[in-house]
């Protein structure tokens, strides 16, 4: 009796366990649904920061009387700091709690756009100072979330995991232009006392509160604004700290900082601790990863064309409206004329964006496996396949949607959509095969160095560089038709940058296999590592037949960092497969 007591009381410890943990896996499943929601929501917050200005550029470049070349610096100065935050928080992330280094970046964000009230109208310095310092804070989180993303999924879950949080790159423009374009129109009705109080800046920097505050002020009380600082930087404070309480309690109690390379150990790929390698040895291997530095020239160029045409697109499509009307400048367009520029350039981004997003993400799952339309042919290579088919559509498509506007609107728009559309195809495709060949310890490195270059020569510099090209086109002629047909021309360089960004991701399909297989092997290698010869060094990883994986007896050398030769099991290698 006693003994069939203790095999039932077993019995029920070891069923109790196992409900135990099965409650437990479905609360941290449902945990790292909702984090997900929490970072979309972050980020697109956050977000709006960045393009807020481009909504309203020809009346920040009037009211600071400054030409295209300085109205593109804008942009460009808060990428510079963006991009210099980025390796930062790249290394950091790597080594310590990336939740507490996202806690930090918004409040640096909070305390900037805080600062940035202050700007008056003739201090343009200490607005380019205070756009550049919101790009420290959103260097944290745009480097560390797709990190945590993939500790927590792995496979076609990761891929619709990203999709979410690259998402708000999307849709964030659509809002920015829709809560701008409100405030616009109030300041052309109150000219005489806004713009000489400095509140353009304030509603260029964050005017999605503007609306509510300006309609509940009556005329009397806006003429008694003794200062730039009173009555808006009120608001605007206000806002700010709802918005960053918000984000800083949802952080801190709902974000759970996942271990690296959880997702991998979780599905049995990874079942050891992995050794931390320095710094420079993480530089030293991405860049000896084929497949991260094709993929990294290839996003870059497609940065360049987004970041380009979200920047000079409405202002030049306001420029030709003021041509076509006879108007001397852009100033005398009526405020509904660009409102609805505007709200159709940022509905176009938003819509346009996401489905470019779906589309590349649904598209490469089905190459990648084999389904719908790819029954009969199937790649591991999907992802880099679809970055670069996305480029050739977009290359027609820009250059006719530009060279429409004076012609037929209405099919410029239907272009400029599916441009979008096509341009849109990398933003989750190019993370997801990012994560498919760089090991765990090393993703934030590569992220934040991704995020620098791209930034660096894309939507930093990409800006500032077809203004200075518009302007040295244009000369003196600074009358809207000249202003157009300048930035028309300019941007022949971001369309002949997509041919470029196509060739460089055909390049990075066929380099994938092998960095996939070798990023495979890594992982795999680290439980073979630490069992035999409780290895400490990664810089000397034995990748035979590691992790299982190994199913024959066929071998070859390849060149990785190491100290001695690596072998490879062909048989490691996922297969391709065409079904005739």
């Given at each position: 009796?006693?003994?069939?007591?203790?095999?039932?009381?077993?019995?029920s410890?070891?069923?109790?366990?196992?409900?135990?943990?099965?409650?437990?896996?479905?609360?941290?499943?449902?945990?790292?649904y909702?984090?997900i929601?929490?970072?979309?929501?972050?980020?697109?917050?956050?977000?709006?920061?960045?393009?807020?200005?481009?909504?309203?550029?020809?009346?920040?470049?009037?009211?600071?009387?400054?030409?295209?070349?300085?109205?593109?610096?804008?942009?460009?100065m808060?990428?510079?700091?963006?991009?210099v935050?980025?390796p930062?928080?790249g290394?950091?992330?790597?080594r310590?709690?990336?939740?507490?280094?996202?806690?930090?970046?918004?409040?640096?964000?909070?305390?900037?756009?805080?600062?940035?009230?202050?700007?008056?109208?003739?201090?343009f310095?200490?607005?380019?100072?205070?756009?550049?310092?919101?790009g420290?804070?959103?260097?944290?989180y745009?480097?560390?979330?797709p990190?945590?993303i993939?500790?927590m999924?792995?496979?076609?879950?990761?891929?619709q995991?990203?999709?979410?949080?690259?998402?708000?790159?999307?849709?964030?423009?659509?809002?920015?232009?829709?809560?701008?374009?409100?405030?616009?129109?109030?300041?052309?009705?109150?000219e005489d006392?806004?713009?000489e109080?400095?509140d353009?800046?304030?509603?260029?920097?964050?005017?999605?509160?503007?609306?509510?505050?300006?309609?509940?002020?009556?005329?009397s009380e806006?003429?008694?604004?003794?200062?730039?600082?009173?009555?808006?930087?009120?608001?605007e404070?206000?806002?700010?700290?709802?918005?960053?309480?918000l984000?800083?309690?949802?952080?801190?109690?709902?974000?759970?900082?996942?271990?690296?390379?959880?997702?991998?150990r979780?599905?049995?790929?990874?079942d050891?601790?992995?050794?931390?390698t320095?710094?420079?040895?993480?530089?030293?291997?991405?860049?000896?990863?084929?497949?991260?530095?094709?993929?990294?020239?290839?996003?870059?160029?497609i940065?360049?064309?987004v970041?380009?045409l979200?920047?000079?697109?409405?202002?030049?499509?306001?420029?030709?409206y003021a041509?076509?009307r006879g108007?001397?400048?852009?100033d005398?367009?009526?405020?509904?004329?660009?409102?609805?520029?505007n709200?159709?350039?940022?509905?176009?981004?938003?819509?346009g964006?996401?489905?470019?997003?779906a589309?590349g993400?649904?598209?490469?799952?089905?190459?990648r496996?084999?389904?719908?339309?790819?029954?009969?042919?199937k790649?591991?290579r999907?992802d880099?396949?679809?970055?670069c088919v996305?480029?050739?559509i977009?290359?027609?498509?820009?250059?006719?949607?530009?060279?429409?506007?004076?012609?037929?609107?209405?099919?410029?728009?239907?272009?400029?959509?599916?441009?979008?559309?096509?341009?849109?195809?990398?933003?989750?495709?190019?993370?997801?095969?990012?994560m498919?060949?760089?090991?765990?310890?090393?993703?934030?490195t590569?992220n934040s160095?991704?995020?620098l270059?791209?930034?660096?020569?894309?939507?930093?510099?990409?800006?500032?560089?077809?203004?200075?090209?518009?302007?040295a086109?244009?000369?003196?002629?600074d009358?809207p038709?000249?202003h157009?047909k300048?930035?028309?021309?300019?941007?022949y360089?971001?369309?002949?940058?997509?041919?470029?960004?196509?060739i460089?991701?055909?390049?990075?399909a066929?380099?994938?296999?092998?960095?996939?297989?070798?990023?495979?092997?890594?992982?795999?290698?680290?439980?073979?590592?630490?069992?035999?010869?409780?290895?400490?060094?990664?810089?000397?990883?034995?990748?035979?037949?590691?992790?299982?994986?190994?199913?024959?007896?066929?071998?070859?050398?390849?060149?990785?960092?190491s100290?001695?030769?690596?072998?490879?099991?062909?048989?490691d290698?996922?297969?391709?497969?065409?079904?005739?």
């Amino acid at each position: 009796m006693n003994d069939q007591r203790k095999y039932k009381d077993a019995d029920s410890s070891a069923v109790s366990s196992l409900n135990k943990e099965k409650l437990s896996s479905q609360f941290k499943s449902t945990r790292s649904y909702f984090s997900i929601g929490i970072l979309f929501i972050i980020n697109l917050l956050n977000y709006m920061d960045r393009y807020t200005i481009a909504g309203v550029l020809t009346n920040v470049q009037s009211y600071y009387n400054i030409d295209d070349a300085y109205a593109g610096l804008v942009q460009t100065m808060f990428m510079a700091f963006f991009m210099v935050a980025s390796p930062i928080c790249g290394f950091l992330g790597d080594r310590y709690n990336r939740k507490w280094i996202m806690v930090v970046g918004i409040a640096i964000w909070v305390l900037a756009v805080l600062a940035s009230t202050l700007a008056p109208a003739n201090m343009f310095w200490m607005f380019l100072l205070f756009r550049g310092v919101v790009g420290i804070g959103e260097a944290s989180y745009a480097v560390i979330s797709p990190s945590i993303i993939a500790d927590m999924f792995t496979g076609e879950n990761r891929g619709q995991a990203i999709k979410p949080v690259i998402h708000k790159k999307t849709g964030t423009r659509l809002m920015d232009d829709m809560i701008s374009i409100k405030p616009s129109n109030h300041l052309q009705f109150k000219e005489d006392k806004l713009y000489e109080q400095g509140d353009l800046y304030y509603i260029a920097v964050d005017s999605s509160i503007s609306e509510s505050n300006v309609k509940s002020m009556s005329n009397s009380e806006l003429d008694s604004v003794p200062t730039p600082v009173s009555s808006h930087a009120v608001a605007e404070k206000a806002y700010c700290q709802k918005k960053s309480v918000l984000c800083l309690v949802m952080i801190i109690v709902f974000i759970e900082e996942p271990e690296r390379g959880a997702a991998e150990r979780k599905n049995g790929i990874l079942d050891t601790e992995i050794t931390r390698t320095t710094y420079f040895e993480d530089l030293r291997r991405l860049l000896s990863n084929p497949t991260y530095v094709f993929s990294t020239l290839g996003y870059t160029a497609i940065v360049f064309v987004v970041g380009t045409l979200t920047w000079w697109g409405p202002t030049a499509i306001e420029h030709n409206y003021a041509y076509n009307r006879g108007l001397n400048s852009t100033d005398q367009l009526d405020a509904n004329t660009k409102a609805r520029v505007n709200s159709i350039f940022g509905a176009l981004t938003c819509i346009g964006g996401i489905s470019g997003v779906a589309i590349g993400s649904i598209t490469s799952q089905w190459l990648r496996e084999g389904l719908g339309p790819f029954r009969y042919v199937k790649t591991i290579r999907s992802d880099a396949i679809i970055c670069c088919v996305g480029a050739l559509i977009a290359v027609p498509t820009l250059y006719f949607a530009l060279h429409e506007i004076p012609h037929n609107m209405d099919l410029a728009w239907v272009l400029m959509f599916i441009c979008i559309t096509a341009t849109c195809f990398n933003w989750a495709t190019n993370v997801n095969m990012l994560m498919d060949v760089v090991a765990p310890i090393r993703r934030n490195t590569a992220n934040s160095w991704q995020i620098l270059i791209s930034h660096l020569f894309g939507d930093a510099s990409g800006p500032y560089i077809l203004g200075m090209i518009s302007d040295a086109i244009r000369g003196k002629d600074d009358s809207p038709r000249g202003h157009f047909k300048s930035l028309l021309t300019s941007f022949y360089l971001p369309d002949a940058l997509l041919v470029v960004s196509a060739i460089i991701f055909a390049i990075a399909a066929y380099t994938f296999v092998r960095d996939h297989r070798i990023f495979q092997n890594e992982i795999g290698s680290l439980t073979a590592a630490s069992s035999t010869s409780h290895l400490k060094d990664s810089s000397s990883l034995s990748l035979g037949s590691a992790g299982g994986l190994a199913k024959d007896n066929m071998a070859f050398s390849v060149p990785l960092p190491s100290q001695s030769p690596y072998s490879i099991k062909t048989s490691d290698l996922p297969q391709e497969s065409t079904k005739m």
